[in-house]
């Protein structure tokens, strides 16, 4: 079974720094990656997605991640946090042998410090 | 394009009552999904459907938990009776294709609160 974990339930970091959260997945085949992001009181939004080719992906809003096979790792990175980037981000791992079902972590809390 | 839709935004119930919560999803979306996220974790899938038939409803509890797609488009899911271990947040999503993308564009939610 499918399984995805993120290490870091909360970070913080100060405006303008960088940022990167951790993301290690566990599953049998090639993976579909996904990170999400969750503002309070809203759906998750999709920042960026993996699915073959280049493992470097970039997103929006300034994020990248990096698809590492041999760590089982995708980590969201972002090289100058604004604090509108104050959110709970959450990596998922889709499973490619069933259309479109997706497992997703606990979610990581990101908190920017002025 | 308008977003997924869905209603109500907060709801409280007592214990053993029951509840239904609707789901309308991006025009043309053919996949539709139902999360659960309790405070603290991620959403976890429920049901999913494909068109009007359920593709995957393996984490549903179905002594208690009831979904339906009519006419493939807008979704109910129903909770009869509720428990106390019920109470989070009921997300919907749709996808274009979920063969292709795999994008899921997610509603809301749904606040539930068991007391």
């Known amino acids: 079974a499918q399984s995805v974990t993120q290490p870091d339930i909360h970070i913080t970091v100060s405006e303008g720094a960088s940022l990167e959260l951790r993301c290690n997945y566990s599953y049998g085949a090639t993976p579909y990656l996904f990170w999400y992001v969750q503002s309070p009181g809203q759906g998750l939004q999709l920042l960026l997605k993996?699915?073959?080719?280049?493992?470097l992906v970039q997103g929006i809003k300034g994020f990248e991640a990096e698809f590492k096979r041999s760590q089982s790792s995708f980590n969201l990175r972002k090289p100058s946090v604004h604090w509108s980037d104050a959110a709970e981000y959450f990596c998922?791992?889709?499973?490619?042998?069933?259309?479109?079902?997706?497992?997703f972590g606990d979610g990581t809390t990101l908190t920017v410090k002025p | 394009e308008a977003g997924v839709a869905q209603s109500p935004r907060y709801k409280i119930i007592e214990k053993r009552q029951s509840v239904a919560f609707w789901c309308n999803p991006i025009s043309g979306h053919a996949t539709l999904y139902w999360y659960q996220q309790i405070l603290g974790q991620g959403p976890k899938l429920l049901i999913q459907f494909q068109n009007n038939g359920v593709v995957d409803d393996s984490q549903l509890p179905k002594d208690r938990f009831s979904a339906e797609r009519l006419k493939g488009v807008d979704s109910t899911l129903k909770i009869q009776p509720a428990k106390l271990e019920d109470s989070a947040v009921y997300l919907c999503?749709?996808?274009?294709?979920?063969?292709?993308?795999?994008?899921?564009?997610f509603g809301p939610g749904t606040r539930l609160t068991v007391t």
């Open positions: 999503a749709s996808s274009l294709d979920p063969t292709s993308s795999y994008e899921q564009y």
């Open positions: 998922a791992v889709g499973d490619n042998t069933n259309a479109g079902k997706s497992t």
């Open positions: 993996y699915f073959s080719g280049d493992t």
